[in-house]
Structures are given as structure tokens and as C-alpha cells.
């Protein structure tokens, strides 16, 4: 494993079934230039190519836990929109990728709505359309569209599935996630 930004996005790729997703997310999101750009690699190296917008970002989100920070989620959901409207440039339900972001950070907060015991008052259909109105430059996305989306994520929360990989008694912050990896793969081959 080298440090360079494709060589790790490659590994947290191949080995997202053992590697700690809540650290994998963190690594994705973290504001430093080279975890940007491994960040970048990780998500351009994910073919959106003709899937359904709903399945494609459970498809990005199943490699590691969304972190809880704002702005790291921001990152996040800004280069999957960037690529998935990238491998599906002739869909013209958005009208730019702009349309995709909005749409995806609001698919996360209905998930979260719905799913979460801590909220009382669950949004409404009605509430999740009215919620996206004018995201697609000042247009509509089509009421069946996000009718759809509304009753998916109603029935199947996007989950992630926790996977803690156990590590000595040296804790790994995301500033020492290359030297996690590298402990890592050295384990998996010795």
C-alpha cells in the first residue's frame, strides 16, 4: 500500500467487509487535502452507470458509516452527486448535480426522520415533496419521483452495517488511518 490517493481508495475498497466503516467514513470526509483526494478516488472508483439514483447511494453508502459531522457529510454527498450525474450524463430527470446533492442530503435527513426513535412527529409524504420543491434549478423533480423515494426509504432505512475491527491498545485517529491500514493489510497476509 503506497500513500498515494487511488492505492488507498483501492484498499478501503477491497477490504470495506473488515475494515472499520465508522473510521472509513471519517478517513472519506476528513477536511486535510490528501484525504480530499482519497475521498475523491474512493467515490470515482464506484460505477453509477445506469442504476436508479436511491440504489446508487445505498450502493455508496454501504462501504462505510456517514460520519456525524455537518460538514463531513457535506463533502461526501456533494462528490456522489458530482458521480454519479458523471455516469449518467444523458438522465435527465437533474438538471445538474446540484440537483443530485440536494437530493441526496435530503434522502438522509428522511431517513433519519423516519427511522429515528428520537423523533416523535415523523414527516409526511406530502411534507417530504413539498420539502424538495424548486431543487431542480428552481423546477420540481416529478411527484412520482420522490413519491418513490419517500415510500423506499419508509420501508427499508439505508442501513450500515457496523464493523469494528479489533485494535490493540493503540486507539487509530483518523490522522493515523495509513498506518491502521498498513497494520492492517500486514495482518491479513502474515
Do not use: W
Not at 428522511?110 to 416523535?120: E, I, R
Amino acid at each position: 500500500l503506497n500513500n498515494e490517493p487511488e492505492s488507498i481508495a483501492q484498499f478501503l475498497h477491497s477490504y470495506q467487509d473488515v475494515l472499520d466503516k465508522t473510521l472509513i467514513g471519517d478517513c472519506l470526509g476528513h477536511e486535510d487535502n490528501h484525504y480530499k483526494q482519497v475521498m475523491y478516488a474512493y467515490v470515482d472508483q464506484i460505477d453509477f452507470t445506469k442504476m436508479q439514483f436511491l440504489v446508487a447511494l445505498r450502493k455508496f453508502l454501504s462501504g462505510f458509516r456517514l460520519p456525524g459531522e455537518a460538514q463531513k457529510i457535506d463533502r461526501l454527498m456533494e462528490k456522489f452527486a458530482a458521480r454519479f450525474c458523471e455516469c449518467n450524463a444523458t438522465l435527465e430527470i437533474f438538471a445538474s448535480a446540484d440537483t443530485a446533492y440536494v437530493l441526496a442530503y435530503s434522502v438522509i435527513m428522511l431517513t433519519t426522520d423516519l427511522h429515528s426513535k428520537n423523533v416523535k412527529n415523523k414527516m409526511t409524504k406530502e411534507q417530504y415533496i413539498k420539502m424538495n420543491r424548486g431543487i431542480n434549478e428552481s423546477r420540481d423533480l416529478p411527484e412520482e419521483f420522490l413519491s418513490k423515494i419517500y415510500d423506499e426509504i419508509e420501508s427499508e432505512e439505508i442501513k450500515l452495517k457496523v464493523t469494528t475491527l479489533r485494535r490493540g491498545a493503540n486507539a487509530v485517529s483518523a490522522g493515523g488511518i495509513k498506518e491502521s491500514m498498513l497494520s492492517i493489510q500486514y495482518s491479513m497476509y502474515s
